[in-house]
């Protein structure tokens, strides 16, 4: 299923119908637990119903894929790369000055994009949508294989940490968790690595980019598009050294939290539970730690297009989706073990969307860029007393 090519790209060969997984008659008795191989090679444990969900959500996907066809068959293999407005309310308020086509593309290209994207069509729609392609053509094309070849054997604090998280990074995978496959994501991480060194390397980046290898099929793609969604997707200094982005982001979804879901975050708060205990993890991992994969990659879908605020509607339907189960619990693990059971058994990625944009209220890019600006400051306060304290027991060590 997988190979290497002396460009260094990643075959993974979809098969041309998506399979139906079909339990044994003796599983279908007991209800028994099942194990089975999803569309990026994941092992994955579930029930009966579980199976049937997935094959459910597989049979979408095919409808999916004959309507992306049917449009690309209509207007053009690349369609979706014809101007688009940024927000619809930004369409409808320059409606005047621009062609009906134009705003049309955008709201169709956006429901779309939210109803999946086919996998065979996702590497190139990410590069293109996501800005990624845009950012390779700025720079020689020899620029990843040049920057691989120079940082080849040089060891830094990065590089350590990124060599002992590598065997830990979806450990079982058919590719990942193989030589070939550790020596193609340390290439990723390292390179980047070195292009940013304000970031480095930041633990959760494996996951990332370990996903973005299984869907992107090369290097040099996976490392465009690990560079587009550091440099330009997500909020700044999300993985430098001090992670003052994520904790940025873990305030406004705990504000975000209690305007929404006001029961959820007054119950939290008589349990003393801090959602960073669970949300930091879907941030900095964007969840592919948590969801199954492919339900991760409906997510990254909408991600890549939409922005960062997506994390934000997903992360809130989670809790959402188990509000009365949530208003039940008595103790932080309580807590904990619903939230990860939920999170675990999301195979259905329409479930979780439609609760996360048909549910939650809107948000738009610039509210939580507000949202953002008036944490910041508490933030970046908080940071420097914790610095300070860290010196003061040092100096008194010595």
Known sequence: ?????????????????IPIMRPSIHSRRANLTVKFQDLYGFTV????????????VREKVRQQGRVWWTLEASKGANWYLQPQVSSITEGIALKSSLKLSTLANTITLRRLIRKGIPPVLRPKVWFSLSGAAKKKSTVPESYYNDLTKAVEGKVTPATRQIDHDLPRTFPGH???????????????????????????????????????????KT??????????????????????????????????????LAKQCPRI??????????????????????????????????????????????????????????????????????????LQ????DLFDPDELLTVAFDKIGSM???TISKQRKKQEPAVMAELDQRLRRLNSVKMDDK
Not at 286 to 297: A, G, I, N, V
């Open 1 to 17: 299923m997988y190979r290497s090519h002396n460009k260094r790209e990643i075959s993974f060969d979809f098969q041309p119908h």
């Open 45 to 56: 444990e579930g029930n009966v119903d579980d199976v049937n969900v997935l094959n459910e």
């Open 174 to 216: 058919p590719w990942l968790d193989t030589p070939e496959g550790h020596a193609a994501l340390r290439r990723v991480l390292v390179g980047y690595s070195f292009r940013d060194s304000d970031v480095g390397y930041c633990q959760g980046l494996n996951y990332v980019a370990a996903l973005l290898l299984l869907v992107m």
């Open 219 to 256: 290097e040099e793609d996976a490392f465009w598009m690990l560079a587009v969604l550091l440099e330009n997707v997500l909020v700044n200094d999300c993985y430098t050294n001090n992670l003052s982005g994520c904790h940025v982001e873990q305030r406004v979804f705990k504000d975000l």
């Open 265 to 338: 975050a007054a119950h939290l708060e008589e349990l003393e539970f801090d959602v960073s205990l669970v949300a930091t993890e879907w941030f900095l991992c964007l969840f592919s730690k948590s969801l199954p994969s492919e339900t991760t990659l409906r997510v990254w879908d909408v991600l890549f297009y939409e922005g960062a605020k997506v994390l934000f509607h997903v992360a809130l339907a989670i809790f959402k989706m188990k509000e009365e189960e949530l208003l039940l619990t008595h103790h932080v693990g309580d807590v904990i073990y619903v």
């Open 341 to 344: 059971k939920t999170t675990h």
């Open 364 to 366: 738009t890019t610039n």
